[in-house]
């Protein structure tokens, strides 16, 4: 079993930036696609953005395109979230996950991964 630790996250103005982390440990994860999520107060954990193995493809829910930068060090068993231009929506809290299918292709619905951290609270305020 993957334990996962989310850091990085914080109070930051609307336009600000951050950089999550997402240090795994008890397996290696190089062979892992990875994805992030996110589950702001009220509403159901929603798709963030997810890379392949090595790196070579990303792919992002719309709402971040151009502002996020999904991004991992395997090396380190860590996968990073780059958040720019952010907005008061982007407000929650985020997780990453191992797709445990190590089929191919993304898959964005949450109930497909099986293993979650703490997550780390991002607030934007306008």
């Known amino acids: 079993q993957v334990q996962l630790v989310e850091s990085g996250g914080g109070l930051v103005q609307a336009g600000g930036s951050l950089r999550l982390s997402c240090a795994a440990s008890?397996?290696?994860?190089?062979?892992?696609?990875m994805a992030w999520f996110r589950q702001a107060p009220g509403k159901e954990r929603e798709f963030v953005a997810a890379?392949?193995?090595?790196?070579?493809?990303?792919y992002y829910t719309n709402s971040v395109k151009g502002r996020f930068t999904i991004s991992r060090d395997n090396a380190k068993n860590t996968v990073y979230l780059q958040m720019s231009s952010l907005r008061p929506e982007d407000t929650a809290v985020y997780y990453c996950?191992?797709?445990?299918?190590?089929?191919?292709?993304?898959?964005?619905?949450?109930?497909?991964?099986?293993?979650w951290g703490q997550g780390t609270q991002v607030t934007v305020s306008s």
């Open positions: 890379i392949d193995w090595n790196g070579g493809t990303t």
């Open positions: 996950s191992p797709d445990p299918s190590r089929t191919g292709g993304f898959h964005t619905r949450p109930s497909w991964y099986d293993s």
């Open positions: 008890g397996r290696t994860i190089d062979r892992y696609i």
